[in-house]
């Protein structure tokens, strides 16, 4: 009776695991392989580009939205989307974007520019709570908006008829066409986040207006993307199916590539760079990014702006980007890298390890006698713990100082950077646009980036000067001016230019290698 | 019999709410925040979200809100995955790590038992070591280990399976086995260390002395009462192996629930790491609730609604 029991209790268990796994496989249904697939990391936070505010997300909000720019996909500068052209007033402060009549949302209303006007304005509506509002925050009346403090009338944004956007800013910011290739700026469709609320987003009901639509979402496993006729440029667009896989793990991202379920693939483990570089088809080039050290300036004896230069001058960073990181890295010459634009930057004095010793002397800790011990603090991760090894060696071989490692998870890192409740650290920076400002900016005095304490009124007068200056040349000379002091009084030590490197297939093409990253999923094709 | 299960599932709510209070405090303890971006953000934004989310009243009343919304089975919205609730990402991944989890079982029971039946009947031969062994080398082997060399030989040296994803049988293979192999050597000892137990008792050797085959008296008598320190064993090794494991899933890019335990908490996604606790604590609770059951099934010396509650 028992034992029956036992069975009975055994053949249960059989039959709801096997209805189970039945249930499971029958609710994936099995699509055939699309035209082109790639690992796009990791699952993203969100298909409402306005509170998104990472990379892979871009990757995929670009190809289901177009804003009033796109990406070139050889430089990654804005050129015409939804918007054919635009025109800026004498004093920089009215942009007026002519919009095309010619492309549709997936479900076939024509793009007009009242949805930007919509979508720019939920976008700071503080409900809406994006994190990247503040790109925003030139228009006039923006700031106070996104604060609750004014109105959505007081707004410098207005669509006099369907193809005409006019945005009228607070202060001219040449760099607004770089801006507005921000994923967190991409239209949305009112009539849809209006309907179905928080649900606008599903699949069944999701409406973009970009080359391609979204055909089916797995959570953390694909994204199935196919084109979207009513795309003005549809013409153009060579795939016609999409997978953008899920996958976090970075050697599992390697073997998805390696065994062809994907053709591209993002930054390949570092660990396994001597085998992956050799590749033809691996595809690398300087990035718009800077790995730096960063210093806390409230304290001592980092206040001293001759330590900060004496522990810059020490650095070999020839040393440390070719043997430490070993991907094709450039030692920094400066801060804002070069090839941003027309912008030249300013030089950072080269590696010299007696001025070193000499200003540290100065600067009363001759051999590094009586230099406190300190921390140097990193996220950790075994490529910021190599870096940060050899950065401790050389300070200490070099200088006679004695830095203690500690490493921290991200978050923990990046509060505690934030709160300055640090030694020094490591540091990097990635633009955001292309525009020497999406670095500078970093160190304005009291903004969120800056991370260090440090200010300096001087640094701030010429960013406002150079942002009122009309004429790009001038502009970027201003700018210059401006980094000058900033690698003057270095309350950060530039390291190296950081890479893009990327695995793709020799069977895509128009992938092009720019010092965004950026790679439009529009202008890919696949070789027959 | 009614009763004892009726308290019982009274002392796994009181467990959950401990446990889940004490993951808030811990959670809400740690330092860096769901906010907290390589791109800092301006403390207007900070505030908009942190009032989006909720995050802007005392801890107190977050907490009572947050129990009073538990309550109603509302685990809150991600902080990571914005498009998705918490019991949207449950729902979504609990049952593709729990189908993961059923085949690593069956590996686990199908691999295990045999093994050790074998090596107990064999007891001190040279397939007794070997099949100990191997045990042995299995539970001391990291998962992710024997999910590389299994990538290594079924994926690349022979491309008998994919290498990631989940959807169809052929990918769950691999990962299955990653999975269950170390269970399968805990079983297989364990298994064997309790027939051994019981083979030495008076009314096996009665048994024999009745003239029945050496294999009749293992597996239909001395079976039920050596499975007891394994069900014992399983009661927790299945809510940990139906709740998803981070290696394996990680490995083998599969949507599970295993990842949300770890990742929830780098990301300081509050909701979702509270919520993937709370699920497993109870799934524990539950099953644990089960071993009791089945220690009545299995051995009729044990009475169930007699034991304490």
């Not at chain 2, 467990?15 to 004490?22: A, D, E, K, M, N």
């Not at chain 2, 993961?100 to 397939?127: F, M, N, Q, T």
Request: a neutral charge; glycine letters at 8%; one cysteine or more.
């Amino acid at each position: 009776m028992r034992r029956d029991r036992v069975r009975l209790l055994g053949a249960a268990a059989l039959a709801a695991v096997a209805a189970l796994g039945a249930v499971a496989l029958g609710s994936r249904s099995l699509t055939a392989r699309a035209d082109f697939a790639f690992c796009n990391q990791q699952e993203i936070q969100s298909l409402d580009p306005a509170v998104t505010s990472g990379v892979p997300e871009a990757r995929i909000l670009t190809a289901l939205y177009e804003g009033l720019v796109r990406a070139d996909p050889r430089t990654g500068a804005p050129i015409p989307g939804m918007a054919e052209s635009w025109s800026v007033s004498a004093d920089g402060l009215t942009w007026t974007f002519a919009l095309r009549g010619d492309s549709r949302w997936t479900n076939g209303d024509p793009v007009t520019a009242r949805d930007f006007e919509y979508s720019f304005r939920r976008v700071l509506d503080p409900r809406t709570a994006a994190p990247y509002a503040d790109s925003l925050w030139c228009l006039r009346g923006a700031q106070a908006f996104s604060a609750g403090t004014g109105g959505a009338e007081a707004l410098g944004l207005r669509a006099p008829d369907d193809r005409t956007l006019v945005l009228e800013l607070e202060r001219p910011t040449p760099q607004l066409p770089a801006l507005l290739l921000l994923a967190p700026l991409l239209p949305v469709h009112r009539g849809c986040v209006e309907t179905w609320g928080r649900e606008w987003i599903r699949p069944e009901h999701i409406v973009t207006n970009g080359p391609f639509r979204l055909v089916e979402r797995r959570v953390r496993d694909r994204l199935r993307l196919a084109r979207h006729e009513g795309y003005w440029g549809a013409a153009d667009v060579a795939l016609a199916t999409i997978d953008a896989y899920a996958a976090d793990g970075i050697t599992t991202q390697l073997n998805m590539y390696l065994t062809g379920q994907v053709d591209w693939m993002v930054k390949p483990p570092t660990s396994l760079y001597a085998s992956v570089l050799a590749r033809p088809d691996a595809i690398r080039g300087p990035q718009a990014g800077a790995t730096f050290l960063r210093f806390n300036t409230t304290r001592a004896p980092f206040d001293d702006p001759r330590v900060r230069r004496a522990l810059a001058l020490a650095l070999d960073r020839e040393a440390l980007a070719r043997d430490i990181m070993r991907g094709g890295e450039l030692p920094a010459t400066s801060f804002v890298p070069a090839g941003l634009g027309g912008y030249v930057p300013a030089t950072l004095a080269p590696a010299d390890a007696d001025a070193a010793r000499a200003l540290l002397a100065q600067a009363g800790y001759p051999g590094g006698a009586g230099f406190p011990e300190f921390e140097l603090l990193y996220p950790h991760n075994e490529s910021t713990r190599d870096f940060c090894e050899a950065v401790a060696a050389q300070w200490r071989d070099r200088l006679g100082l004695r830095p203690r490692l500690v490493n921290q998870a991200w978050k923990v890192y990046l509060d505690s950077t934030r709160q300055l409740a640090y030694d020094a650290s490591w540091g990097a920076w990635t633009a955001d646009y292309l525009d020497a400002t999406s670095f500078l900016d970093c160190f304005k005095s009291g903004v969120g980036n800056n991370r260090t304490g440090w200010s300096s009124a001087r640094y701030d007068a010429l960013l406002v000067q150079a942002s009122g200056q009309q004429d790009p040349l001038a502009r970027a000379a201003l700018l210059a001016q401006a980094e000058a002091v900033l690698l003057d009084e270095l309350p950060i030590a530039p390291v190296y230019q950081r890479i893009c490197l990327n695995l793709v297939s020799g069977r895509v093409q128009g992938f092009h290698d720019n010092v965004l990253d950026l790679h439009p999923l529009r202008d890919l094709s696949i070789s027959p | 019999m009614t009763r004892f299960v009726l308290v019982r599932l009274l002392w796994v709510l009181l467990t959950v709410w401990l446990v889940v209070s004490g993951s808030f405090v811990l959670v809400r303890s740690l330092p860096g925040g769901p906010f907290d971006d390589a791109r800092a953000l301006d403390p207007v934004i900070r505030a908009n979200l942190a009032a989006a989310y909720d995050l802007d009243a005392p801890l107190g009343a977050q907490y009572l809100r947050y129990l009073s919304r538990v309550a109603r089975f509302d685990l809150g919205p991600s902080l990571k995955y914005r498009d998705f609730s918490v019991t949207e990402i449950v729902a979504e991944s609990l049952p593709v790590s729990a189908l993961l989890g059923s085949c690593a079982l069956a590996v686990a029971l199908l691999v295990g038992l045999p093994a050790g039946a074998l090596a107990a009947s064999r007891r001190g031969s040279w397939v007794d070591s070997a099949v100990m062994g191997a045990a042995t080398l299995g539970l001391a082997l990291p998962n992710f280990v024997l999910a590389g060399l299994l990538v290594l030989l079924f994926v690349f040296h022979w491309a008998l399976f994919p290498v990631s994803g989940s959807g169809s049988l052929r990918q769950l293979v691999l990962p299955s086995i990653a999975l269950g192999l170390p269970f399968a050597a805990a079983i297989a000892r364990l298994f064997r260390a309790g027939l051994l137990e019981v083979l030495g008792e008076d009314w096996i050797r009665t048994a024999r002395a009745k003239g029945l085959s050496g294999a009749a008296v293992l597996w239909g008598h001395a079976a039920r009462p050596a499975l007891l320190p394994v069900v014992s064993f399983l009661g927790p090794a299945v809510a940990g192996i139906l709740s998803g494991s981070l290696v394996v899933e990680r490995v083998f890019a599969i949507a599970g629930m295993g990842s949300h335990f770890v990742e929830s908490a780098f990301n300081a996604d509050y909701n979702l790491a509270l919520g993937v606790v709370m699920v497993y604590t109870a799934l524990v609770a539950l099953l644990n609730l089960l071993v009791d059951l089945a220690y009545g099934l299995l051995d009729p010396r044990i009475e169930v609604a007699a034991g304490t509650a």
